[in-house]
């Protein structure tokens, strides 16, 4: 099975600010016959369901800000957030989907400073 | 746009099962795998299992395997899950989420039903 692991578990960065968390799979996650790095992003907001962000490491779903950006490769990948707004507060998940059983990581909480 | 619509909250006693149902709505609902989702209180996102409708083909993660049972009605697009033997640590919140990638068991998810609240308690 595939684990998982986000760092840090929670920050707390300044409006305006970027923030930045990381997502380390436990092996690789690129499937080398298309190039494609099988992880998803998600944020969840208190008593929300999660809501997608990025597939294939860094295709953005329509509708989530361009201050939002995924990159990343084999088996290191991170969210950044640019000029962190008051609304982007919520927890961020990674999620692979190179293997089953489908698996996230543990979550890191995005607060404000 | 699709819209997925989970029943409502319960409460159960330890030892018996429950059955949680997702009905889609506004797209295709056979060719597109529905995963269950746990997140217990506080805690992050646990993948219990999926299946695709169209082929009936299911998967569960290990620790769920033998108690859970993820099955489809394709004549009313809902998927359920059905969880026995139910104890304490089995309370939290049930999520059913869609597979974006037709016929695959393995993808990204979106969209995501509202949650179900499943309590466990004597």
């Known amino acids: 099975d595939i684990v998982m692991t986000q760092s840090p578990d929670s920050l707390a960065v300044s409006l305006g600010e970027t923030a930045t968390i990381n997502c380390k799979s436990s092996?690789?996650?690129?499937?080398?016959?298309?190039?494609?790095?099988?992880l998803a992003w998600y944020q969840q907001k208190p008593g929300q369901p999660p809501k997608l962000l990025f597939y294939?490491?860094?295709a953005r779903e329509p509708g989530v800000p361009d201050r939002f950006s995924g990159s990343g490769s084999g088996t290191d990948f991170t969210l950044t957030i640019s000029s962190l707004q008051a609304e982007d507060v919520a927890v961020y998940y990674c999620q692979q989907y190179y293997s089953i059983p489908l698996s996230f990581g543990q979550g890191t909480k995005l607060e404000i400073k | 746009q699709v819209q997925l619509v989970q029943s409502g909250a319960e409460v159960k006693k330890p030892g018996s099962s429950i059955r949680v149902s997702c009905r889609s709505s506004g797209g295709t609902f056979s060719s597109y795998t529905i995963n269950w989702v746990k997140q217990a209180p506080g805690q992050g996102l646990e993948w219990v299992g999926g299946i695709i409708p169209k082929f009936g083909t299911t998967v569960y993660t290990k620790k769920f395997q033998g108690r859970a049972k993820i099955s489809t009605d394709e004549s009313t697009s809902t998927a359920y899950m059905e969880l026995s033997s139910l104890r304490s640590e089995d309370t939290a919140v049930y999520y059913c989420a869609r597979g974006r990638i037709e016929y695959q068991l393995l993808g990204w998810l979106d969209p995501w039903g509202q949650g179900t609240q499943v309590t466990v308690s004597s």
């Open positions: 092996q690789t996650i690129l499937y080398r016959s298309n190039n494609e790095n099988y």
């Open positions: 294939w490491a860094s």
